[in-house]
């Protein structure tokens, strides 16, 4: 460990990888709004901030658990199509409060594909956030519906059905056809335009 009269223990946050202090401050003096996107292992969060000098005021949030909940989301809330959809619930929710445009606030970028289709949903609800064109990949489009999870199962359905059945286990115990994986997440999408 460092050591001497010029060493200086860095911020916890920053220790521990959370927090690029230095970025952090070049958007907080933007004085614009930030969309926060952050990922863990099973669900998304997604928050309109604006920041103020007594702290952070979250004007719009949303929460991929809200999925099942108010939405009758079927599968898990860990996956591209969930993320998605919380991005846009987050937007539409945006939009009721007047919220025109923002800037987009990543943090320290994990799981990002998730990221980026929270991302698109945001801007999918008329949210104007600042990007390049080239952030989306053509893959990425693609698999915001869920298609790859639904050729995924018919193709290990028609190959190998052993193996089909052990890797769609959970959907198949709660009696969902993960080859019909893109009804789902249209149902659901219809559910939130409707219900916000």
Not at 75 to 104: D, F, Q, S
Not at 135 to 152: K, V
Not at 175 to 184: R, Y
């Amino acid at each position: 460990m460092a050591k001497g009269p010029r060493y200086r223990k860095p911020l916890r946050r920053r220790a521990e990888g959370k927090t690029n202090y230095h970025r952090r401050l070049k958007l907080i003096k933007s004085r614009k709004l930030r969309a926060v996107i952050r990922a863990s292992e099973n669900h998304v969060i997604v928050q309109i901030i604006q920041s103020k000098m007594g702290g952070d005021k979250v004007l719009a949030s949303a929460h991929s658990k809200e999925l099942l909940k108010d939405f009758e989301w079927e599968v898990n809330t860990g996956n591209i199509p969930a993320a998605y959809l919380t991005g846009y619930l987050a937007g539409l929710r945006a939009k009721k409060e007047g919220i025109e445009e923002a800037i987009l606030d990543l943090g320290l970028l994990y799981h990002r594909n998730r990221v980026l289709a929270a991302f698109k949903g945001i801007l999918d609800a008329q949210i104007n956030l600042p990007h390049r064109d080239e952030f989306f990949t053509r893959s990425l489009e693609e698999r915001i519906d869920g298609s790859h999870i639904e050729n995924y199962a018919q193709f290990l359905k028609k190959e190998d059905s052993e193996q089909y059945e052990q890797i769609f286990s959970g959907y198949l115990k709660s009696k969902i056809n993960p080859q019909k994986f893109t009804d789902i997440f249209n149902k659901t999408l219809k559910r939130i335009e409707s219900n916000v």
